[in-house]
């Protein structure tokens, strides 16, 4: 590293210093230990928790060709060959970071939890679809940075049990604008059935994702397999994907919940459109 | 343009939807309730194809490294979920025709240098993230590929319900992640390796989806070589 940088850029860490070999990974002195004689600056300390927030994009954060967020979301609605699937287990997803592996961070980094690092690994990747195991913490988990979701262009479901297992969540790249949806389609909460002290043995979950409708303005010929503007087609309604009109699996109580709250609202409603009226 | 299907959705792997099962499993469970998980993970499992699952992902702990308790080498490959798997779409196969089988992929976030290791009976570091394909044959490429093919199942017998119908890459890179490298405190165990997966139909596996651009610098390229074997 040139002289007089501590913390790398991502253009040093993922592009100058790796060698063209894949592996192994470079990594620079501040990632094991932290005894620099003069604290990080807060230049410095956004660079490391960015170096460490892109660590699942590689290079491509520096080459910015499948950094996915709101703003190109267009651009990735379009049909792909490929299917990328991330399947993640961090523990708990609002962990305080380190320096070195054991160094704290300023008290600032610490007590914002928009300074974390866990959770921008669950959206800055390469992936079209998200699984993630433990989704649920003490700070709210994965569900209080929804902002974060939208940022990088997804849309997710936490599916919390009634168990003493941890949650899970799944995200998809896409919006609810563009057709985008998730559909809980089945819930498996199972404890031990024959033991004095029941322990839970599965979580799992069940859904149905839509990838959403293609809004790049291209279409892939299906006899050549190149990209060609969007012909002037009138929609297929009836192939097209639907989302089913009422929740599907074991959150009846939600929806029963949701009904009530929707009745009480329109009550108060009426109530109010009675008492302008007099 | 096929004129039954629908143009304006976004389609990954040929679907416009996919669907998707994530299950966690305990690792209590594999030395204090192996046997009531072995079943649970059947009903899971029949109850991700009873909704045709794509794909089922999470994480297995030890059931997904183990074959069996006294074993003392496993490998995800011949793990007990994804024995069980195996022997539950064996016998669906034996009542379908090939045509309509299913089949199955797997990877894992072990690394290669550690599956090796433990293929061959030594100690490995495995680890326990596992992403599981299931082939219906939704595809109308892959019918087509099975229509193809030589089917020993026509006897009754249906063989392994493992294919690489579905090709799964995974990204080996980040599986050599350290707790370094996310920002986290040297002795954290508390998390897995992340497996970044890219799936792909085998019968689409030399296509290429290209801009205008690309394809018409690909056909200049193929025409001036053909050019240059002409003139020679």
């Known amino acids: ?269 009426q109530f109010q459109v009675l008492m302008y009226a007099k | 343009m096929n004129p039954g299907a629908d143009t304006h959705d976004v389609r990954r792997l040929l679907l416009a939807e996919c669907r998707l099962a994530v299950f966690h499993i305990s690792s209590y469970a594999w030395s204090h309730a192996y046997q009531e998980t072995c079943q649970k993970w059947l009903n899971f499992i029949a109850s991700s194809v009873e909704h045709q699952c794509d794909f089922l992902s999470g994480d297995g702990n030890l059931f997904a490294q183990q074959s069996f308790k006294s074993d003392d080498h496993s490998d995800f490959r011949t793990s007990i979920l994804i024995d069980i798997l195996e022997r539950f779409l064996q016998q669906i196969n034996l009542h379908r025709s090939p045509i309509n089988r299913i089949t199955y992929n797997v990877v894992s976030s072990t690394t290669a240098a550690d599956y090796i290791r433990s293929m061959s009976g030594d100690d490995a570091d495995c680890d326990s993230m596992i992403l599981i394909s299931l082939c219906y044959g939704k595809q109308i490429a892959v019918t087509e590929a099975r229509a193809k093919e030589d089917s020993a199942s026509a006897d009754g017998f249906s063989g392994s319900a493992f294919s690489d119908e579905i090709l799964l890459n995974d990204v080996e890179q980040l599986k050599h992640l350290l707790p370094y490298d996310v920002g986290l405190a040297e002795k954290d165990c508390a998390w897995h390796s992340p497996l970044i997966t890219f799936a792909q139909l085998k019968s689409l596996k030399n296509m290429r989806i290209r801009s205008r651009e690309s394809e018409d610098k690909r056909r200049e390229k193929w025409m001036q070589r053909n050019q240059g074997y002409l003139e020679k």
């Open chain 1, 1 to 269: 590293m040139p002289d007089g940088i501590r913390i790398p850029t991502l253009q040093q860490h993922y592009l100058d210093a790796q060698e063209d070999t894949p592996l192994p990974i470079w990594r620079p002195e501040a990632y094991f230990k932290y005894t620099l004689t003069a604290e990080l600056d807060t230049e410095e300390i956004l660079r490391l928790l960015e170096l460490f927030r892109s660590c699942l994009l590689g290079k491509r954060a520096v080459q910015g060709v499948v950094k996915h967020t709101k703003d190109n979301i267009h651009e990735f609605q379009r049909d792909t060959y490929q299917l990328g699937i991330l399947t993640l287990n961090l523990g708990h997803i609002n962990r305080v970071p380190f320096i070195g592996g054991c160094s704290k961070f300023p008290k600032w980094v610490r007590t914002d939890i928009n300074h974390r690092v866990l959770p921008h690994l669950v959206f800055r990747n390469a992936a079209h679809i998200v699984c993630l195991c433990e989704a649920s913490d003490d700070y709210g988990g994965i569900a209080v940075h929804r902002k974060l979701a939208k940022e990088y262009g997804m849309i997710g479901m936490v599916v919390h049990p009634s168990i003493q297992s941890q949650s899970l969540a799944i995200f998809i790249r896409g919006d609810h604008d563009v057709g985008s949806f998730i559909e809980l389609l089945g819930h498996h909460q199972i404890e031990t059935g024959n033991k004095t002290n029941p322990f839970w043995i599965l979580h799992g979950a069940i859904f149905r994702l839509c990838h959403g409708q293609n809004t790049s303005g291209e279409f892939v010929d299906p006899s050549t397999g190149v990209r060609i503007p969007k012909p002037d087609v009138e929609k297929n309604v009836e192939s097209m994907v639907h989302q089913h009109c009422r929740p599907l699996a074991t959150i009846r109580w939600t929806f029963l919940i949701i009904q009530f709250v929707k009745s009480m609202a329109m009550m108060i409603l």
